[in-house]
Protein backbone atom coordinates (compact mmCIF):
# COMPACT_ATOMS: atom_id res chain seq x y z
CA UNK A 1 0.00 0.00 0.00
CA UNK A 2 1.14 3.24 -0.77
CA UNK A 3 2.00 6.13 2.14
CA UNK A 4 -0.43 9.25 1.69
CA UNK A 5 1.02 13.12 0.93
CA UNK A 6 -0.43 16.19 0.94
CA UNK A 7 0.27 19.00 -1.26
CA UNK A 8 -1.12 22.21 -2.12
CA UNK A 9 -2.21 22.92 -5.54
CA UNK A 10 -2.88 25.91 -7.17
CA UNK A 11 -6.29 26.28 -8.85
CA UNK A 12 -5.33 25.57 -12.49
CA UNK A 13 -3.50 22.24 -11.46
CA UNK A 14 -6.48 21.36 -9.71
CA UNK A 15 -8.73 21.97 -12.68
CA UNK A 16 -6.80 19.80 -14.65
CA UNK A 17 -6.90 16.90 -12.46
CA UNK A 18 -10.78 17.47 -11.80
CA UNK A 19 -11.11 17.46 -15.39
CA UNK A 20 -9.32 14.50 -16.15
CA UNK A 21 -10.79 12.95 -13.49
CA UNK A 22 -14.59 13.72 -14.75
CA UNK A 23 -14.12 12.89 -18.50
CA UNK A 24 -12.14 9.97 -17.85
CA UNK A 25 -14.83 8.72 -15.37
CA UNK A 26 -12.09 8.34 -12.43
CA UNK A 27 -11.57 9.32 -8.97
CA UNK A 28 -9.45 12.00 -8.27
CA UNK A 29 -6.75 10.54 -6.84
CA UNK A 30 -6.44 8.13 -9.91
CA UNK A 31 -6.70 10.78 -12.01
CA UNK A 32 -3.62 12.52 -10.13
CA UNK A 33 -1.50 8.51 -10.19
CA UNK A 34 -1.97 9.02 -13.85
CA UNK A 35 -0.77 12.24 -14.73
CA UNK A 36 1.85 11.88 -12.21
CA UNK A 37 2.89 8.57 -14.40
CA UNK A 38 2.40 10.31 -17.85
CA UNK A 39 4.90 12.75 -15.78
CA UNK A 40 7.90 10.86 -14.86
CA UNK A 41 7.79 9.36 -18.28
CA UNK A 42 8.31 13.19 -19.49
CA UNK A 43 11.01 13.82 -16.94
CA UNK A 44 12.58 10.26 -17.88
CA UNK A 45 12.62 11.18 -21.48
CA UNK A 46 14.02 14.83 -20.81
CA UNK A 47 16.49 13.76 -18.48
CA UNK A 48 18.41 10.84 -21.07
CA UNK A 49 18.01 13.35 -23.83
CA UNK A 50 20.45 15.86 -22.36
CA UNK A 51 22.58 13.08 -20.90
CA UNK A 52 21.64 13.55 -17.42
CA UNK A 53 20.91 9.95 -16.62
CA UNK A 54 21.63 6.43 -18.54
CA UNK A 55 19.22 4.41 -20.07
CA UNK A 56 18.79 1.77 -17.44
CA UNK A 57 17.94 4.76 -14.93
CA UNK A 58 15.52 6.60 -16.87
CA UNK A 59 13.58 3.31 -17.47
CA UNK A 60 13.79 2.93 -13.58
CA UNK A 61 12.55 6.61 -13.34
CA UNK A 62 9.42 6.04 -15.81
CA UNK A 63 8.55 3.13 -14.14
CA UNK A 64 8.89 0.89 -17.66
CA UNK A 65 11.45 -1.80 -18.62
CA UNK A 66 14.57 -0.62 -20.80
CA UNK A 67 12.83 -1.99 -24.48
CA UNK A 68 9.78 -0.09 -23.49
CA UNK A 69 11.79 2.75 -22.72
CA UNK A 70 13.77 2.42 -25.60
CA UNK A 71 10.32 2.61 -27.33
CA UNK A 72 9.26 5.75 -25.82
CA UNK A 73 12.33 7.60 -26.87
CA UNK A 74 12.37 5.88 -30.72
CA UNK A 75 8.59 7.14 -30.56
CA UNK A 76 10.00 10.89 -29.70
CA UNK A 77 12.70 11.19 -31.87
CA UNK A 78 15.16 10.68 -28.76
CA UNK A 79 18.62 8.73 -30.38
CA UNK A 80 19.55 6.12 -28.18
CA UNK A 81 23.01 7.01 -26.72
CA UNK A 82 23.46 3.24 -25.15
CA UNK A 83 26.70 2.40 -23.63
CA UNK A 84 28.75 -0.29 -23.10
CA UNK A 85 27.38 -0.99 -19.32
CA UNK A 86 24.02 -0.18 -20.42
CA UNK A 87 23.88 -3.10 -23.09
CA UNK A 88 25.94 -5.74 -20.27
CA UNK A 89 23.32 -4.67 -17.87
CA UNK A 90 20.48 -5.30 -20.54
CA UNK A 91 22.44 -8.55 -21.20
CA UNK A 92 22.50 -9.93 -17.73
CA UNK A 93 18.74 -8.97 -16.98
CA UNK A 94 17.48 -10.93 -20.30
CA UNK A 95 19.97 -14.01 -18.93
CA UNK A 96 18.47 -13.64 -15.72
CA UNK A 97 15.07 -13.29 -17.24
CA UNK A 98 15.44 -16.33 -19.97
CA UNK A 99 16.83 -18.58 -17.03
CA UNK A 100 13.58 -17.96 -14.57
CA UNK A 101 11.44 -19.21 -17.88
CA UNK A 102 13.17 -22.45 -18.57
Do not use: C, W
Amino acid sequence: MGKVMTMRMDENRLKVINYFAREEGIPKSMALKEIFDYGRIDVAVRMYGEGKVSLEKASKLAGVSISEMMDVLSERGIELNVSLEDFKESLKNARMLAKSHQ
